[in-house]
């Protein structure tokens, strides 16, 4: 058992800090096992425990004091999070179902919970992008880039060009070991995206190797530049991914929003949709590509490949990247 307190002591027992205790619920709960779960329901319950600590959250830190408003207040700023483009509904939906699932942990019952994620969010989860992405014209990246550097943010337009060039989510581009990478690049023309990777995704066990091409030895370029002294990623030494994501990221997607651009993870969509047309030398579905009719191996075999590349375990994820097979 990881509990290091009585039961009906703080966080339930499992310690001082929210964030120590959610993670050893679920170790409890799942015996010891099922890594990759536990990796997923933990990181999604870190998100929501910043959010505790935040100017918008209520301020705690211990999970006795968590009610259903709590989580209701909680679910409202996901949805402005998604209707910003800041991140996918799918997201949303995880979030909630992983704070579902420690609260569940840490209390032993599920009468502190939130009945329906999709209600809650007053979303509906869709698996098949509607719109084109934006970002597809690399001029508008750059001036984008351009702005970003204008206002001192260099390592949000790294990571704008980081997912751009490799399709990295923002936590794989922040958190990508720099230096590793480019000796992969010059060493055997490919990368590995391993750093920051989502639930229990990394190692020998999930290599995700793409394939290096000029844009991504630029952007890996840039992104060496503008990191700290003494870092191999886009962090200080001293700085924690929180203080970042505050200082950097937040005021970053200000600026993208403003030159029309949802936010960093449509950069992921974008590459999709570039690799599809390179590996089927068709336009993407939601471009008004037709390789389904004409060729559906061909394209299933390119959504396999993008889902490899994107870091997903589902092909059919691919859909809310680059539209459906149509």
């Known amino acids: 058992m990881a509990l290091v307190g009585r039961r009906d002591g703080r966080n339930f027992g499992y310690g ?92 032993g019952d599920q009468y502190v919970k939130v009945v329906s994620p999709s ?67 010059e060493q055997l023309g490919r990368i590995n995206i391993q750093d920051g990777s989502k639930g229990g995704r990394s190692g020998a066990s999930a290599p995700r190797w793409i394939t290096v091409d000029e844009r991504i030895r630029d952007a890996l370029a840039f992104a060496l530049q503008v990191s700290p002294d003494d870092s191999r990623n886009l962090l200080a030494a001293n700085e924690r991914y929180l203080d970042f994501q505050q200082v950097i990221v937040r005021p970053a997607r200000e600026i993208l929003h403003t030159h029309n651009l949802k936010g960093f993870h449509e950069m992921r969509a974008t590459y999709a949709c570039e690799r599809y047309e390179q590996i089927t030398q068709h336009p993407a579905p939601i471009n008004g590509g037709n390789c389904y009719q004409l060729d559906h191996h061909l394209d299933q075999e390119a959504r396999a490949q993008i889902s490899y590349e994107l870091g997903h375990g589902r092909i059919d994820v691919v859909s809310a990247y680059i539209g459906g097979r149509a």
């Open 16 to 107: 001082r800090q929210l964030s120590y205790a959610g993670p050893q619920a679920l170790k409890d709960m799942f015996g010891g096992g099922h890594y990759g779960t536990v990796k997923a329901h933990s990181d999604r319950w870190q998100a929501f425990v910043r959010w505790c600590r935040s100017d918008d959250g209520p301020g705690l830190n211990d999970a006795r004091q968590i009610d259903r408003q709590i989580l209701s207040d909680y679910a409202a700023h996901l949805r402005h999070l998604v209707e910003h483009g800041d991140i996918a509904i799918v997201t949303a939906q995880n979030r909630l179902s992983s704070v579902n699932r420690t609260m569940a942990a840490l209390r």
């Open 119 to 185: 209600k809650a969010l007053g979303m509906r989860r869709t698996s098949v992008r509607q719109s084109v992405p934006q970002g597809q014209d690399r001029e508008h990246v750059k001036r984008i880039v351009d702005v970003l550097c204008e206002h001192q943010m260099q390592r949000a337009a790294a990571i704008v060009y980081l997912a751009r060039a490799a399709g990295m989510r923002l936590r794989e581009a922040i958190l990508a070991d720099l230096p590793r990478l480019q000796r992969e690049a």
